[in-house]
């Protein structure tokens, strides 16, 4: 369990607030604290298939998360309030042609993940439905990855997934987009009927997709074209 000083010091840090006045111990704990998320939790990555290619950079400052795509203005992230981000959100966190909100995010150092929380939208319900992102951060060998995985709850309890693994950038990494392709309601204009088959599996269908695709991350290893290149060379 974390301690109140734990929990106290992440607070600080996730609502970004000023914390250069406080006694030097706390200080300093403060700005170990917020170094470690921008060199474990931030980055510039390249997502590459066969038809697609994308760049993704994720940085941190004073409680704001901020994420550009190449040549696109910055979507930012604040705890502290509803962040609505549009259909720009929707391309983030994989579900496409949908608007994405935030109420939350999580830091998890140990971890090296940040999960959000928020809502979808969705032609079925005009309060749109449950959704979470996670983006984790790991190493395969001696490669640099980062993993967004995303949810959404439908009707019963039914979760649709997508997940896609990007590579540090300075590497050419083929990766696969793991999520499901089946998006029948892609749409946001509520008046449409066209969702009426949503792909959605059972939370338990789930869980065993994420297990499967943890497995097919492990393997890919070998069997993607992972090259150590450099970019700029």
Known sequence: MMSLRKISSSAVI???????ELPWPLNEELKAMEDLIKSDLTGQFS?????????LKIGWDAGEWRFSFL???????????????????G?????????????DFKI???ERKITFYGMCSSVKNSDGRKF????????????????????????????????RIYSKAGYVWITLNLGEESDSDS?????????????????????????????????????ESALDFNEDN
């Not at 996730?14 to 250069?20: C, I, Q, R, S, V």
């Not at 997502?47 to 760049?55: C, G, I, Q, V």
């Not at 949503?198 to 069997?223: C, I, Q, R, W």
Request: with cysteine.
């Open 71 to 89: 040549n696109q203005q910055p979507l930012q992230i604040r705890a502290g309030g509803r962040q609505c981000l549009g259909m720009a959100g």
């Open 132 to 163: 979470k992102s996670t983006i984790s951060f790991t190493k395969f060998h001696t490669m640099e990855a980062m993993k967004i995985n995303s949810e959404v709850v439908g009707e019963n309890g039914k979760v649709k997934l997508k997940e």
């Open 47 to 55: 997502y590459t298939e066969m038809s697609h290619a994308s760049k």
């Open 108 to 110: 998890d150092l140990e």
């Open 14 to 20: 996730k609502y970004g607030l000023a914390w250069d």
């Open 91 to 103: 391309e983030l966190f994989l579900f496409d042609n949908r608007e994405i909100s935030i109420d």
């Open 187 to 223: 749409s946001v204009d509520y008046g449409s009927d066209s969702d009426s088959n949503e792909d959605y599996g059972s939370e338990s269908d789930a869980d065993s997709n994420v297990d499967k695709h943890e497995s097919d991350l492990d393997s890919s290893v070998g069997y």
